[in-house]
């Protein structure tokens, strides 16, 4: 036993990650995993609950997602990266904690429920999708993770998974279970180039962490600003500006953020001025990224996912195991 | 490839097995191994679905039902016995499978409309029981059963295997998965000792396969007959009369069944006397079973449970490999 937090965190691969997930969550798993026993998934299965007609989709990007974290630089030698299809011991822990949640619970996970209104789902909601907090359960549980970074629109799910660990215990007289509790990052959501809230595939308003320089070029000259910044002398606006919002994520040099903001605020300063600024920014970030991502192999990503793919099913076996006995399911052992 | 059907069966090991079972589907089982390629299911996990809290029962009956499949002279040399949570595939299937069926599609299945309703759920419905289908679908397709023995009530419960099966060929282009088609037995229910429709543990009704000799002379004594039959000599009803509906299940002799009903009908016969009849028909019955579970030891049901399980869990395996083909989740073979 160690003294160190267990920390289970991932993503479903239905795209290649980000700025928006660099600033949401990679950038605290470089630093975590340091500190912590860091498992990350790439939950592959979970991607399926709605993509089940395009599963291609999910197999090309578990290897994007895969590329990203190396290149950011989560380290396989200090967190496990595992692939969540490849551990069937996770597919058992859901059966089994299905049986100790009723399914009008399920229905009104607040998150859940949220997401299949956004998703348009309807009648059509698949079984799966409605069940994919216990999924989570299984994935949290398995690795007896204490500590689960999550969006403030995630707690129902930390909350569901605790509403598991506590009926096994209670069901079946153990301690097995741990209950984890969230991590909620300080950082706020990195709005798309378009401007709105979010950063996302689907809304077609992401920079990727994989996208090289020609792309990146064109990204930043598309950026939305402020639309009532006509002419150069007009004064403009950093709030809501993305502009400005990313040159607060991420450009070191805080005080010439400010001067660029003030000059701006005043009037004088072209959008196109501080648009160059920025890619300067983020070539002077994204350039480590592109090498790291350079020096990469194919046989060798394959062989670290496998690598960390063994380990976690390690661990999980042996909860399994625990959880079995403790339910009267060791047959044979 | 053979030409053979494959076939899938099974029992819940929430109690021991009876005459019920028996009438109902062991006879059935015993004559279809030798044609066919039969898996018998001992359903711990399924069991589990409205057991979370009584692991002990599950666990001590799994024993109890393999003792008496092998009593009754189920070969398992012939048939695959095994036991549900020992083979991981079924859940992954499982899981999998939730993902191309709607909630809506579950919650209107009838089979577990009407249980739910037998149960008395209520809004207590545990989320694993309205997915128990799903995990059925998981059962017999990991054989590529094309046959499964089930009563009327249960047909509903392979037409959703079907569909699984439908969907899942459909969605991956593959034909990896068989639509089994339901084996219904011509013989209707037993009724209880009690007179009622269906012998049952829960109606604390039935005679058990291992029940000793004191028990089913006990049990054969207080049997329900005609209630209007007060006098030897009043004409007796044989319709709703157990003690002819076993005679008629039980009795290789038919003629004499036939003189004892007309003998009943006219009056003069005592219930008695018709008694003393069925318990020697039943002894006769017994006899072969009660002494194949006395040559039975611990050990040996033990390390035929462990062969069976093995034995499936390839044949699950294998299945299980080739769906995983079919949804692009082959990273490291």
């Known amino acids: 036993m160690t003294d160190k937090n267990i920390i289970l965190t ?15 969550s990679l950038e605290n798993r470089v630093r975590l995993q340091d500190e912590n026993e860091q498992f990350i998934m790439i939950a ?34 200090k967190s496990t990266i595992f692939i969540q299809s490849c551990l ?39 079984a799966g999708f409605v069940m994919y907090p216990i999924s989570q359960a299984a994935d949290i ?21 605790s509403e598991v660990v506590r009926k096994f215990n209670r069901t079946y007289k153990c301690d097995v279970l741990v209950e984890p509790k969230a991590l909620i990052p300080k950082i706020a959501r990195l709005p798309g ?16 962490l994989s996208d090289p320089l020609n792309v990146l070029e064109k ?16 004064p403009g606006k950093v709030e809501g500006n993305p502009v400005f919002t990313y040159l607060d994520a991420f450009d070191p040099n805080k005080e010439k953020v400010q001067e660029l903001k003030d000059h701006y605020q005043r009037g004088g300063l072209g959008d196109s001025v501080v648009k160059k600024y920025l890619l300067e920014v983020l070539v002077s970030f994204m ?21 960390g793919t063994e380990k976690a099913r390690n661990v999980a076996s042996q909860t399994l195991k625990e959880v079995k006995e403790a339910m009267h399911l060791n047959y044979f052992s």
């Open 141 to 161: 549980t398995a690795f007896k993770a204490n500590l689960v970074p999550v969006g403030e629109d995630q707690l129902p799910m930390i909350e569901q998974t």
């Open 219 to 234: 990204k930043v000259k598309r950026m939305y600003t402020d639309p009532d910044h006509l002419r150069v002398e007009d």
């Open 193 to 208: 180039i378009d401007g709105s809230a979010k950063m996302s595939k689907t809304l077609n308003n992401a920079i990727f």
């Open 88 to 126: 069937p011991e996770l597919f058992e822990l859901t059966v089994y904690y299905l049986n100790l949640i009723t399914i009008n619970r399920l229905k009104h996970n607040p998150t859940v429920k949220a997401e299949i209104t956004q998703k348009n789902f309807g009648d059509a909601t698949p």
């Open 44 to 77: 592959d299965a979970q991607a399926l609950t709605d993509h089940a007609d395009r599963p291609e989709v999910v197999r090309e990007n578990v290897l994007n997602v895969m590329m990203d974290y190396l290149a950011v630089g989560i380290d396989p030698t």
């Open 287 to 307: 350039e480590p990224i592109w090498k790291k991502r350079e020096e990469l192999d194919q046989d060798k990503v394959q062989s670290l996912l496998k690598e």
């Open 10 to 24: 991932g993503d479903r691969p239905t795209g290649p990650l980000h700025l928006g997930h660099f600033v949401g």
